[in-house]
């Protein structure tokens, strides 16, 4: 598996609990090269323009509300198999079912409130990294 990217948030909760750093750490402690990151505070609009996708689920209205309740932290992963190892550090979506040690078991309270993003595959990553970043963002 060669060098890929992927596209990952550090979600309000998170950030509005002080749990920036330690996760900034544990993405680095785990060999990741964080290639762009910036702070932003998500608009309405911009937080169901990014989960377009989920834009028919039941939950969507309160997947906005939570992921504009607050500022977030957006970066540009690098590693081998990138996509696939920042979702296990993550965890599973659900923090109750994720794995000790995980950064959503850690960090995360509940299924809406999960402390982190990652893209699932090379086209969301694309998609995502794109929404956020422009190439001049990467280095
Ligand atoms: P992910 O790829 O692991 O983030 O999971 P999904 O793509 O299935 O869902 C995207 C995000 O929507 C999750 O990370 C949660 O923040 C949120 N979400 C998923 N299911 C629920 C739910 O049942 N209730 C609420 N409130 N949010 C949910």
């Known amino acids: 598996m060669s060098l890929q990217s992927t596209f990952a948030i550090i979600k309000p909760d998170a950030v509005s609990d002080g749990n920036t750093g330690k996760i900034i750490a544990a993405i680095e402690e785990n060999g990741f090269r964080i290639a762009a990151m910036k702070k932003i505070h998500l608009s309405q609009a911009q937080a169901g323009g990014f989960y377009a996708v989920h834009k028919e689920r039941p939950f969507f209205g309160e997947l906005v509300e939570f992921m504009t ?6 970066m540009i992963l690098e590693k081998e198999d990138a996509i696939k190892a ?48 422009s190439n001049l963002e990467h280095c």
């Not at 309740?69 to 957006?74: H, K, N, R």
């Open 69 to 74: 309740e607050g500022p977030v932290v957006c």
């Open 86 to 133: 920042w979702r296990d550090l993550m965890g599973a979506t659900n923090p109750e079912q994720a794995a000790e040690g995980t950064l959503r078991k850690l960090y995360g309270a509940n299924i809406g409130r999960n402390a982190t993003h990652g893209s699932d595959a090379e086209d969301t990553a694309a998609f995502e990294t794109a929404f956020f970043f």
